[in-house]
């Protein structure tokens, strides 16, 4: 099962998969989507599991413990299967099979398709699921099926089996990476758990607005801008940033893409660990932009790890599928030793210290060493790769056990921190990150300095840049937007109709380009455009050096050209660039709702920083 299938057969509307993300914790054979589908889900299908213990790792995102559905009166319990722990340590199963549903299936079928316009079928096939490496492998099981009607039936099968979040992980990075549903638009991670990025007193009045007022009759819900705390605190002058939901549904997507952990055909990408340098460098240089427009200095790392941390962060979150806040972090406190049982994590401080120590030996040393005992060298081109794989510990890493989980562990450490859905809201992410692109930087500094011939490009000179748009040249325009999303797709076991939320966030003027370039070759030459944007001035308001300041350059764009003679290249912000591996989501208008935005880049109303 953990095998792809190259030539894979499409047969039933795939489209329908993606109604499975609907309403995360209400059955399968619940109405769903905006047409009122109702899967036929075969009887045999309708025994509900509860699951009392099963310790995850939960690829690539945060180790979680797999806690009870919670389906009300249980019925008769008439079986318990326990697994002992497998050797690697990481799961543990206790399942109870409570007989809920199947005994008035055919009661369900009838209540619920009365009201359906559309009948999807299931197939009754046999699934693999009760293995006790049920988590590690549901990806597998997801990629290695044979057709979209079998990779409908075990989503079927499985997602009233499985902690919501774990589904949703799975499918989703299943139906990126299988061949015969890569063309599908996942539904924006904020539809299934908008509880992962709204107040908690919204859902009250959500509720309240979807029992008591009609359909069209309903108003959207505001959120105040600062509603996590208020600008005497001042971190909070950021807020706007860290809680955006854009940047953080893009920080969710990309470890879609890119996770650390799963079927190696799924992690082993071109140029990964690079990029998730990249991605979060980027990251780095954007906020630490976004301070110097709200006059705060740049990003302190977190390097001393016995220290007491002054930023205090109240997410004022609750989920929704575990029943319980976010936990808060008060001012002033210290990292502790990690000993959570219940998720079968143990981690020391001491332990962080000894891995970051022999990740730092590896880059004095320019090698590093493999699971073998041999020596793999950080060369100037490949090194950078092999660096970020053992830094995240991704299983591309050359040995996990000796260079450990630093990134990982040190996201674990920190509430909601260790969900990357939820990560970027905490200031201590970018302390975190802040030292974790330390890192980088000090193996970069080890490499040959660039030759003129490397960065030249002979015959071709650029010889004006100008920007227009809001009214003025060679300046951005920025505002405060507010846009609408929809949550009645994560509101489960409530009234059908949309019941919407209003954010405010930030925005900016349309603006275009225009880029004079000079070809005094002969013929026609190819090349690549990139666009960069950085500060003029540090926050001591001193121009920069430029060791500094290109940690401050953050991509704009980036597109190939032909050039003839004298070109004039012109584009705006929507130029249609590649941006899947971080950069900008050009998918759609950047004055569109939000709850449009498919989260797979960064925003478009977060590409130019406030001013």
């Known amino acids: 099962m953990g ?18 993300f609907d309403r995360p914790q209400e059955p399968s054979f619940m109405v769903k989507g905006d047409n009122n589908s109702v899967f036929e889900v075969p009887p045999d299908y309708l025994v509900r599991i509860m699951y009392s213990h099963l310790f995850v790792d939960f690829h690539g995102q945060a180790r979680i413990l797999i806690r009870s559905l919670g389906i009300g009166k249980t019925g008769k319990i008439h079986k318990v299967e326990t697994s002992k722990p497998p050797g690697d340590g990481k799961t543990t199963l206790v399942l109870y099979k409570a007989d809920k549903y199947k005994s ?11 009201d359906a316009k559309e009948k999807i079928p299931v197939n009754n096939i046999s699934v693999p699921l009760w293995h006790r490496r049920l988590a590690g492998r549901l990806i597998d099981i997801f990629l290695g099926v044979r057709n979209v009607d079998d990779l409908l039936s075990v989503a079927v099968y499985s997602r009233d089996r499985v902690n919501p979040y774990l589904f949703n992980y799975a499918l989703s990075v299943a139906l990126l990476h299988r061949s015969d549903t890569q063309d599908l638009d996942l539904p924006s991670f904020i539809h ?121 962060y109240f997410p004022k979150l609750d989920s929704l599928v575990a029943s319980r806040p976010w936990p808060a972090r008060v001012a002033n406190q210290k990292l502790r030793d990690l000993n959570r049982p219940v998720d079968q994590i143990k981690v020391d401080i001491a332990d962080l210290e000894r891995w970051n120590q022999r990740i730092f030996d590896a880059i004095a040393s320019g090698e590093v060493r493999t699971e073998n005992g041999q020596k ?63 890192m980088f930087q000090q193996f970069k500094e080890r490499l040959p300095r660039y030759t003129a011939n490397q960065l030249n490009y002979p015959g071709i000179t650029v ?42 966030h930030l925005q900016h003027q349309a603006f275009t380009y225009k880029i004079t370039v000079n070809n005094e070759s002969n013929g026609n030459r190819e090349g690549t455009c990139r666009i960069f944007l950085a500060p003029k001035h540090d ?37 249609g660039s590649k941006r899947s591996q971080m950069l900008v989501d050009r998918g759609i208008d950047a004055r569109a709702s939000i709850s449009n935005f498919c989260g797979c880049g960064w925003p478009q109303h977060m590409l130019i920083p406030k001013g």
């Open 3 to 20: 095998r792809y299938y190259q030539n894979i057969i499409t047969m039933s509307n795939k489209k329908n998969i993606l109604l499975l």
């Open 104 to 114: 008035i299936g055919p009661q369900l079928t009838n209540r619920f398709g009365e």
């Open 192 to 312: 299934s758990f908008p509880d992962k990025y709204v107040d908690s007193k919204v859902f009250t009045q959500a509720r309240e607005e979807a029992t008591v007022v009609p359909a069209g009759s309903r108003t959207p819900i505001e959120i105040p801008i600062d509603y996590t705390a208020s600008n005497l605190e001042s971190e909070h002058r950021l807020a706007y940033f860290r809680e955006d939901l854009g940047i953080n549904l893009h920080h969710w997507h990309w470890h879609l893409v890119y996770p650390f952990e799963a079927a190696r055909q799924v992690v082993n990408k071109n140029r990964r660990g690079e990029l998730f340098y990249y991605m979060h460098q980027q990251i780095m240089a954007r906020y630490n932009f976004e301070r110097l427009c709200n006059k705060m200095k740049r990003v302190e790392r977190f390097n001393e790890w016995k220290t007491e941390i002054k930023e205090a």
């Open 376 to 438: 793999m060298s950080l060369t100037e081109f490949e090194g950078i790769d092999v660096l970020g794989n053992v830094v995240e510990s991704s299983i591309l890493s050359p040995d996990r056990s000796y260079y450990g989980d630093l990134h990982n562990m040190g996201h674990e450490s920190f509430g909601v921190m260790g969900d990357s859905a939820t990560a970027m809201r905490d200031p201590i992410f970018y302390r975190w990150h802040a030292y974790i692109d330390y």
């Open 463 to 504: 010889q004006e840049v100008k920007l227009e748009g809001g009214g003025q040249s060679n300046t951005f325009q920025t505002f405060w937007q507010q846009s609408d999303v929809d949550l009645s797709r994560g509101m489960d076991f409530q009234p059908r109709g949309p019941v919407f939320v209003r954010f405010t």
């Open 539 to 575: 926050e001591r308001g001193n121009p920069w050096l430029f060791r500094e300041q290109r940690l401050m350059f953050i991509e704009l764009d980036k597109f190939k050209v032909n050039l003839v003679s004298v070109e004039l290249l012109t584009g705006d912000e929507y130029h």
